[in-house]
Nanobody, 121 residues
Framework: QVQLVESGGGLVQAGGSLRLSCAAS????????MGWFRQAPGKEREFVTA????????YYADSVKGRFTISRDNAKNTVYLQMNSLKPEDTAVYYC??????????????WGQGTQVTVSS
């Protein structure tokens, strides 16, 4: 079973940057597709981005394309989300998740507890 712990959230002004991290436990981290999702107050959880097990393939929601970058370090069992040019509408709880399926918005089995990102205008 994979356990995921997010960190790096916080309060930032619009236009600023944050880097989220997701540390995974378990010896098979490198075989999983990893994804980031977010949920804003009163809204459904939405897909943000995902990365393949090798890091060679990524997939982004249109709302973050060009501003967010996902990466991973399999030696450290960690996936990252670099968020630049943040907007107030990026405010949400951000979750990382793991999947045994290919890169995309579906098929995630394990989830972290989330980290809050708040972007002030």
């Amino acid at each position: 079973q994979v356990q995921l712990v997010e960190s790096g959230g916080g309060l930032v002004q619009a236009g600023g940057s944050l880097r989220l991290s997701c540390a995974a436990s378990g010896p098979t981290f490198s075989i999983y597709t990893m994804g980031w999702f977010r949920q804003a107050p009163g809204k459904e959880r939405e897909f943000v981005t995902a990365i393949s097990w090798s890091g060679g393939s990524t997939y982004y929601a249109d709302s973050v394309k060009g501003r967010f970058t996902i990466s991973r370090d399999n030696a450290k069992n960690t996936v990252y989300l670099q968020m630049n040019s943040l907007k107030p509408e990026d405010t949400a709880v951000y979750y990382c998740a793991s999947s045994e399926m290919g890169v995309g918005p579906g098929g995630y089995d394990y989830w972290g507890q989330g980290t809050q990102v708040t972007v002030s205008s």
